[in-house]
Every structure is written in C-alpha cells, then in structure tokens.
C-alpha cells in the first residue's frame, strides 16, 4: 500500500549530531556538482567514488534509464562506499540521471552512512514500514513518478518479486527495467586504488596460510588447524570474509565448501587450504596443498597437475583472449594428466568486492567454458584448479591475478610448489 504521508528525504550533516566530516562536492564528467561527505573513513578518494558515479551515469544514459536502482549489498559498497553486515534488512541507493543519490536505510542502521558512506541524502525505513512502498514514495517525491524508465537489478539476492510487483503497481505510468549489468560492467574493472586494496587482502592471505602450514603436523585437527588460521586473519587485521577459510584434513579435503572438522592429520596426510582475506569489503583468495610424510603418488601427481594447470594459465592469460579460451588452456593439463574427471570446476572467477555468500563475483565474469568475452587490463580473478576425489583427498593451487596490459600479474607471495612435511 502506499505511505499516507512522504517519507522525508534528510540532509546527512544536518541529521548528525557529531559532525566528523567535511561537506563538499565533486564535479562529474557531465559537469554535474555532486555533493560528498569527506573524511578519512572513506576507503578510497574522492576522485574514485566520482569515477564510479560517472560509469554507472554514463551507462543509465547509454540505456535510457532515467533513474537506477541500487539493491545489492556489494553494488551499495561499490557505489557510495557504505558498509554493514545487516544488509539482510532494506537498503536500496536511488540513482537519478544527473543528479544527486538518496540512500534509503534501515533506522536503525543510518548511523552507518556518516561512518563509511559518502553520499549526503538518506530516507529511513523502519522497521514496521513494507520498504519497497518506501521506494515507491521516493521516487514520487523526486519526479520519478510517472512515465519514466527505471533500472532495477533483477539478477541479484535482493530485488523481490513483492518488491517488482510494488513498484510495478504503486508507479503503474513507469517502465520498471533489468539494469543489472550497469553495476556489474563497473564492477568488473578494477582501478588502481582497487588492486591496491586487494594486494592489502593477498597479504593477509599468505599470512594465514603460512601460519595454517606452521600448524599442520601428525595428529592436528582440522578444527585446530582452522582456528589458527581464522586467529591470524583477525589478528593481522582482516574483517569477516564472504565466506569462511575452507581448511580441511586428510579425506576430509575432498568436500566442497566445507571446513574444519575433528578428524586429525595421519604421519602420512594431506592438508587442504583455501583461505580469503577482506579489507574495506575487497577480497584475495589462494589455496594451497600440503603434504605429511610419505604421501600417495596420485596425490603428487594431482598437486602436480594443478600447479601445471595454474602456471599454463598464468603464462596464457592477457589482454584480447577469451575466458573460454583460459579455462581451455588449463582443463587440457588436468585432463592431459589423467584427472579431467576430478576438475569439476571452472578455471576462475572475477573476484573484489564481497559479502556473505560468496568472496567471489563470479556472477560477473568467469573463466568457464563458453564464456566469450575478451579479457581486459584491470580485471581481477581467483583461478584454483582443483581435483576432488570423494573421500580420497582434494588437492588444489590458486592465485588471484588481475589482468595487466601485457599479461597477468599474481597478488600472493607465496611459491606454489609441492610442499612435504617430514
């Protein structure tokens, strides 16, 4: 049903009772004053978040769009820098054609935008309100009422079908249109300031993963070795990851997804490292295998394949291949060295901003089959080859890349090599 009355749209600095932050503005590429929030809690510059306001402009405009609207958590970070693990409540970014975003929140989640956010106009939604109808009663107040196209994001976790139905019934004069891939276009290209975050994450990364290797001896637990792991993490620095560390024992390893456990390592064992490190909501990832004692030929010869299978794909990737033609380059290894059967998955997959469920953004780019499109520079992926016996072992090497002018250029430190504890 509709509101009775206007939701009102506030100023963020007048609403703020401790103002730690500077009112300013930015010109956009289309000549646009957009008004910012400026303080040293924004992850990157200002110069970057008005980058990626002009991208999704000039896309809305390369659409027709008149205005976007903006669900998904990782989008919301992507765009006006804000951040919380409560996006399971409403938000939504409402994103006119040149002109300035409201950020629609949750009550009692708004003190959140002056803390991380740079965007200065905010309606609250409570938590008695139907949110979508909030949505609905903004767009009337901004004149996006009646006879205009509007982007929504019809791919993702958050956009209802009730949501939809609302706009669709409450704005009936508007055409309600999937603008997904706005977002997810921007998204897929990193800056520099980006894959200079990201490298912070890597490093955390080969943290955990030596210390996780320092912890793998006869007779340790996957839970053991998991909580040295995540310890790590934490105390290094890293924030809650989209999904946790997959660190696994013995036969345990074979399971995808999964982690810890309380079966513990044999005198000769295999151990299973898939880890991710998140700073500002970026992501790196890299998984490694390590060995006890005397380990099974076949094991080596897995751990072998997926090296090979990771280094062909470093030495192939670059600029004007195809995500098709990478995986192609790497599935010939594994399948070359008998385990075809046992690499179920794809070579990689576009990795960066991240939330629970997922570290990765696999739903924009993925070195897979029949993926055609053309790499570019700045685009970031997590390649981990991997072979899964079931209750036998999974044995896997990874490196998270970004695509260079020339080639590709790996994020971690660490060699990737057959590793043999004594």
Not at 292 to 310: F, H, N
Request: include cysteine; charged fraction near 25%; proline fraction near 5%.
């Amino acid at each position: 049903m509709p509101l009775e009355s206007d939701r009102q749209i506030l100023d963020v600095a007048e609403h703020t009772e401790h103002v730690t932050f500077q009112k300013s503005s930015r010109r956009t590429r289309s000549g646009f004053e957009l008004p910012m929030l400026l303080h040293d809690r924004l992850a990157f510059s200002p110069e970057e978040y008005v980058r990626r306001f002009d991208l999704i402009q000039e896309a809305m405009a390369a659409r027709g769009l008149d205005a976007l609207l903006v669900r998904s958590p990782e989008n919301i970070t992507y765009l006006i820098g804000y951040e919380t693990p409560g996006y399971y409540k409403y938000h939504c970014v409402v994103v006119p054609r040149d002109g300035e975003p409201v950020f629609l929140v949750r009550d009692f989640e708004w003190l959140n935008t002056p803390e991380f956010a740079w965007s200065t106009r905010i309606a609250k939604v409570f938590d008695w309100d139907h949110p979508p109808s909030v949505t609905a009663n903004v767009l009337l107040q901004l004149g996006l009422g009646s006879g205009k196209r509007i982007g929504v994001e019809k791919q993702n976790f958050f956009y209802t079908v009730d949501e939809h139905e609302t706009l669709s019934r409450d704005l009936p004069q508007n055409e309600f249109v999937d603008a997904t891939q706005i977002l997810w276009d921007a998204r897929m290209i990193k800056s520099a300031e980006e894959v200079a975050m990201m490298r912070r994450s890597a490093a955390l990364v080969d943290k955990a993963m030596l210390a996780g290797y320092d912890a793998t001896r006869p007779g340790a637990t996957g839970d053991h070795i998991n909580a040295i792991v995540n310890k790590t993490l934490l105390e290094e620095g890293g924030e809650y990851m989209g999904l946790p560390p997959f660190v696994l024992a013995s036969e345990r390893s074979c399971l995808p997804h999964q982690t810890g456990g309380r079966n513990a390592l044999a005198e000769n064992d295999l151990m299973y490292f898939e880890i991710s490190a998140s700073q500002r909501r970026y992501a790196a990832a890299l998984m490694r295998t390590i060995f006890l004692g005397k380990p099974k030929d076949e094991w080596l010869r897995a751990a072998q394949a997926c090296i090979d299978a990771t280094t062909a794909a470093l030495e192939f990737i670059r600029p004007g291949v195809t995500a098709h033609e990478a995986d192609t380059v790497a599935r010939e290894v594994t399948t070359r060295a008998g385990f075809g059967d046992y690499h179920r998955n794809r070579l990689g997959y576009c990795i960066g901003v991240n939330y629970p469920p997922d570290w990765g953004e696999g739903e924009i780019i993925s070195l897979r089959q029949g993926e055609e499109r053309e790499l570019v520079p700045g685009m970031t992926f997590h390649m981990p080859p991997l072979c899964l016996k079931y209750r036998e072992y999974g044995i896997g090497f990874s490196e998270t890349i970004v695509v260079t002018e020339t080639g590709c250029e790996r994020f971690s430190k660490l060699p990737r090599e057959i590793v043999i504890k004594a």
